[in-house]
Every structure is written in C-alpha cells, then in structure tokens.
C-alpha cells in the first residue's frame, strides 16, 4: 500500500513539474497588457521659468487628472496603460515649483503620475501629446504655463499684478484730454462758421460727416466686437488651442532633451575597405553601425538637433579613400566633428572576442579626457542597455584615436558583440537597430538633460 502511494505521489509530482508555470505567468501577463499602452520612462527639466515632466508611452494615452491638496499634489491617470519595470518610481525634482514626482500602477490598466507642488491652478497644466518619436506622451508642466499663468513660482501672490495695469489706464491722464477745451473750442471757432456762407455748401457738410465718421465707427466697432467674439468664441479657442498644441509640441520635444540647437557628430564604425568584425553568419560590423547610425540621425533630427555623419553609406571617411592610412581614415572622422564645432561626438562600434559566448554593452571615453566625456559614455552606455536588454560591462577608459583627438565630450560606445550569436542576430535585425539607436538617443537626452 505504502509502494502504491509513493507511486501516486511521484506521479502527480512530474505533473506538477511538467507544468511550464513561468510560461503560464508571461502568458497571463501578455494577455493582460494586450493592447495596452506602456509607459516607458519619465522625464524631468526645469528651465525657462518652467518644470517640464515627460511621461513617455509606446502608444497614444487618455489621461484624466485632479489636484489634492494637505500637502498639495496634481494627479494624473494614464488609462489602459502599464508600467515598465525599468521606469524609475520615485523621482526628487530640484524646482520652485515641484518637488517631486511618483509614478506607479495605480489599478491593473491605470498608471499614476503624483505631482508634489506647490503652485496654484493657473500654474499647472498637463495634457497628452501624441506625435514625434515617441507615440505616446503625458506632460506635465509647472510655473509659467501659458497666458493664463502670472509667470511666477507661486501663482497666488501674483494674481495681484495684472490689478496694477488694470488701473494705470484708470487715471487722470486720459480722463483729463477728452475733457480739455482744446477740443470742445474747435467746434466752436468762427472759421468754419464762416467759410459755409456760399461758397461751398458741400464743404461744411464734409467738414461735419468727418466728426461724424469716427463717431459712427467707435460705434459700429464695439457692436461688432462682443457680436464677433461671442460668435467666434469655440473658433478662437480651438485656434488657441491648436497654437498652444503646437507651441507645446515643439517644447515637448526641444526643452524637455535639450537637443534644440545642439550639434552632434555621428560616427558609424568602419565602412568602405574597412569592414570591421565579422560575426558567426558573416554580418559585418560596417553594415551594422550604419544601420544604427542613419536611425540614431532621425531620431536626433526629430528632437531638434543638427546632426552631421562621418559617413552615410558604405564609405572610408578620407579623402584618400581607401589609400588612406588607418591614422588618416581616423583623423578624418574627428574633422568632421572638430570642422563643425559640435557639442558632441557619438562613435558607433560592435565588439567582438575569439570566444563566443562574450556578450554585452561597453561604453568608453579617452582616459585623459573631461568628466563630461565620462558622463556622455555612462549615459549612452545605459540607454542601450535600457533598450536592448544586453549586460553591461561598464564604463571604461581608453586610449582610441576618435575619442582621444576630438575636441568635444565623446563616447565610443560598443553595442554589443557581433561574435556572440544571439547578439548578432539581435544587431542584424530591424528591432534591435532600431532600439539600439533609440537607446543612443536616450542616453544623449539624459546627457543634455
């Protein structure tokens, strides 16, 4: 009996063994978020009179938002949406105007966002923003948000500063002018008394309809006025609204990266007679920063910045071609940043290792070079690790000739290593340039941010 039992209770172990529970978890989790908006990360400037928070989705979102007060705190829900685990949740905000911000899955398709503030109502706004790099956006801004706001850190003492116009128009000077004699003794002169004796009978009656026409015009135009706004009102104020959209749009995307004016020199690895590391299944390493490169260039255009390529095709970068020393063909990708005085230089290279299974994301800035090429390198480092899941195997100094010889904060920063086949297969695919270069471009906002 004893025998049968163990029997029956090995058995139902392997069945309970044999159950892919983990596959039954990521199944469940799938089905759960189908359709659902991801919020990928938050972003925080401050600058111009404003703190800007960017709340970032993989989809355009629907947003409902209150304000609470002891302490006081602007809440916004992002309906049918779900937090990433790699957003951060708790973010301290060195501002006038906010100090704080959290952000976490309020209900299973809700995702809040807790502003700690201190501003009135005519201080905040927060609206979705769909379009750009990012299809999905929430921001939030506090301070000086638009006409209706007084511009300062705190709305409310300021609400007493448009009373001080409001009566300057009030005082003596224009009430004294209509009320001189100047004007009431003109009418009154003998000239035009006499004038209209004979002569010209037409001339008085000009003379008069001329007082008369700004009389009826002041009249006709206050009745119009109030006619026209009160019929126009919806027009004005979705034409408002379309202005701010825009005026919001471009903000959203130059203030909040910073990128709006700054100029940055991508540098794809290799190219031309150069073809780099060869992975397991012949993709080379030149075809693979370029790919990454010419997507990383969109992306950076779309925030606002100018970007300038060593290279945009299957090229060497010196004039030489490939007669080019290997210093030559080096020295001519730094002109190109150095020619053009950018803020930044981005070198794009995969990494490769005689073992296979050597794997992750590097980042490097020259070993002699400034604290900010450190911080350009540990950013861009992160972003791709963000994006593209790999290990990373740290910030490290270096000695490269790009990074070495430029005159700007720079990075080399490797990928991944085209050698390990998992990673080539991920550097080679669509996807993974496509996050890789997006992680780029994360890590220089961070940079600028």
């Known amino acids: 009996m004893k025998k049968v039992l163990r029997v029956l209770m090995a058995l139902a172990l392997l069945l309970v063994c044999s159950v892919p529970l983990g596959a039954e978890a990521a199944s469940s989790f799938g089905e759960r978020v189908e359709g659902m908006a991801e919020v990928t990360g938050v972003r925080v400037s401050t600058h111009d009179g404003m703190t800007r928070i960017v709340v970032d989705a993989d989809k355009p979102v629907k947003i409902k938002t209150m304000a609470l007060t002891n302490p006081t705190r602007v809440v916004a ?198 073809s780099g590391a060869i992975g397991p299944t012949g993709v080379m390493e030149k075809t693979v920063t370029l790919n990454i490169a010419l997507r990383l260039q969109k992306l950076l255009e779309a925030e606002g910045a100018t970007v300038y390529m060593t290279r945009s095709t299957d090229t060497e970068v010196s004039p030489k071609g490939a007669n080019a020393s290997d210093i030559e063909e080096l020295q001519a990708r730094c002109d190109v940043a150095n020619n053009h005085n950018a803020d930044i230089f981005i070198s794009i290279h995969n990494d490769s290792f005689t073992n296979g299974a050597a794997k992750g994301t590097t980042g490097y800035y020259y070993s002699r070079g400034s604290a900010k090429s450190r911080d350009l390198a540990d950013k861009v480092r992160s972003g791709v690790i963000d994006q593209i899941g790999t290990q990373s195997r740290g910030t490290q100094s270096c000695n490269f000739y790009v990074v070495k010889h430029t005159d700007m904060p720079a990075t080399l920063v490797e990928v991944a290593f085209i050698s390990n086949p998992e990673e080539e297969k991920l550097l080679n695919s669509d996807d993974g340039a496509q996050k890789a270069a997006q992680g780029i471009a994360d890590g220089i906002a961070d940079y600028f941010g």
């Not at 379009?131 to 409310?156: C, E």
């Not at 009249?219 to 027009?235: G, I």
């Open 77 to 274: 829900d992002i309906q049918g949406a779900w937090l990433s685990g790699k957003v951060k949740r708790d973010i301290p905000v060195s501002s006038p105007f906010a100090s704080r911000v959290r952000i976490a899955q309020f209900s299973k398709n809700v995702v809040r966002v807790v502003v700690e503030t201190n501003v009135g109502k005519n201080n905040y706004r927060v609206f979705p923003l769909s379009g750009g790099p990012v299809p999905g956006r929430v921001v939030l801004d506090f301070g000086q948000v638009g006409p209706s706001s007084s511009g300062a850190t705190v709305a409310l003492p300021d609400v007493k500063k448009p009373t001080q116009p409001a009566t300057k128009p009030a005082e003596t000077k224009p009430a004294t002018k209509p009320a001189e004699a100047k004007p009431s003794t003109k009418p009154a002169e003998t000239k035009p008394a006499t004038k209209p004796a004979t002569k010209p009978t037409t001339q008085p009656q000009t003379s008069t309809t001329q007082p008369s026409k700004p009389t009826t015009q002041p009249q006709t135009k206050p009745v119009t006025k109030p006619q026209k706004t009160e019929a126009e009102k919806t027009a004005e104020e979705t034409a408002g609204t379309a202005e701010q959209e825009k005026t919001e749009t471009e903000r959203g995307i130059d203030e909040i990266t910073g990128l709006s004016g700054k100029v940055i020199v991508i540098d794809p690895g290799h190219g031309g007679n150069d």
